[in-house]
Each structure stands twice: as structure tokens, then as C-alpha cells.
């Protein structure tokens, strides 16, 4: 491959990204307004916002949707951030902010 | 909202939440084969496989992508564990791990 064939894919391989990411966003913001509808919810008949059962769930859904080249482990740090991250403004909706 | 209502409303959110990760997961790995690729071609044009501009973009594509309610800052955290796994990943690959 010359420089300039690599330059080329290189350059289609980060329109694919770029076209990836704006989905990952999308769909981020997605499941970050279901996670605010279960904060009301749970809110309006006191219900407890952290289920530590309800988590595993989530986990056995990722490891079992993960077919890689991500591994177990890194798409479980992935998901520890989003999850937290989706905590964290679930937790600042419900003090109304 | 009595609770069987709520309960009822919570195993729904709950589904589409099983239903956004799956996507997500299917998503990451899209993602990851995508950087997969750009290591390889890289590789074997000996380009350097650290680029901090082409980042930079990265983030402007994912900051003007976001309109919330997730904030500017926690999607950036969220894309830097992603961006971190992916590279942690490309490298593995490229030293033939």
C-alpha cells in the first residue's frame, strides 16, 4: 500500500467513525432519558434509586450482547462510566437541578 | 401512580434499557473494528498511530453530535473511556497479542 492509498482509507475509516459516534451519542442520550423516566418513577412511590440486582441484570445483558473484538473486561469499564455518568444526572434531576 | 403501576412502568423502561445496550454493545464493536483497521493500515505504512489533531476532532464531532440531557462534559468522559479501551485494544493487536 502507498502513503497515499493509506491516506485514503485512513480517511474513509474517520468518516466511519465520526458517523458512529454521532449514533453512539444519539442512542446514549436515549438511554439517558429512559434512566431519567425511572428516576420519576421511582421518585413519585418512593422506590429505592439503587438496585444492586437490577445492575447484574445489566451486566449479564452486555456480557451476553458481546460477541468483540471488545473484551469482557473492556466493554464492562465502558459500560461503568455510562452507568455512572447516568447516575450521576439521574441524582441531579431528583435534588431538581 | 399506585405501585403495580409503577412497578409495570419500571419492567418496561427496563426492557428498552436491555434493548439501547444491546445496540450500544453491537455499536462499540462496530466502533472497534473500524480502529481495528485504521492500526493496520497505519502499521504498514509506518504512520504514527497517535494522532492528538485527529482527536481533537473526535470531540468536536461528538460535542456538536450531543444535545443532551446528557452534558458536554460526562459524554466527553464516557468517549474517553471508549477512546482509551480502543487504543489499549489497537495496541494489544499491533504487537500481535
Given at each position: ?50 438496585e ?26 465502558i ?19
Amino acid at each position: 500500500m502507498t502513503l497515499d492509498e493509506a491516506r485514503e482509507v485512513l480517511c474513509q475509516c474517520r468518516r466511519e467513525i465520526d458517523e458512529i459516534d454521532q449514533r453512539l451519542v444519539a442512542m446514549l442520550n436515549e438511554r439517558s432519558r429512559v434512566v431519567e423516566r425511572i428516576g420519576a418513577v421511582k421518585q413519585s412511590v418512593s422506590l429505592p434509586v439503587y438496585e444492586p440486582k437490577r445492575e447484574d441484570e445489566v451486566y449479564a445483558n452486555i456480557d451476553a450482547a458481546n460477541h468483540g473484538p471488545i473484551t469482557k473486561d473492556a466493554i464492562r469499564r465502558i459500560f461503568e462510566r455510562i452507568i455512572d455518568e447516568m447516575r450521576t444526572l439521574q441524582r441531579m434531576r431528583m435534588e431538581g437541578r
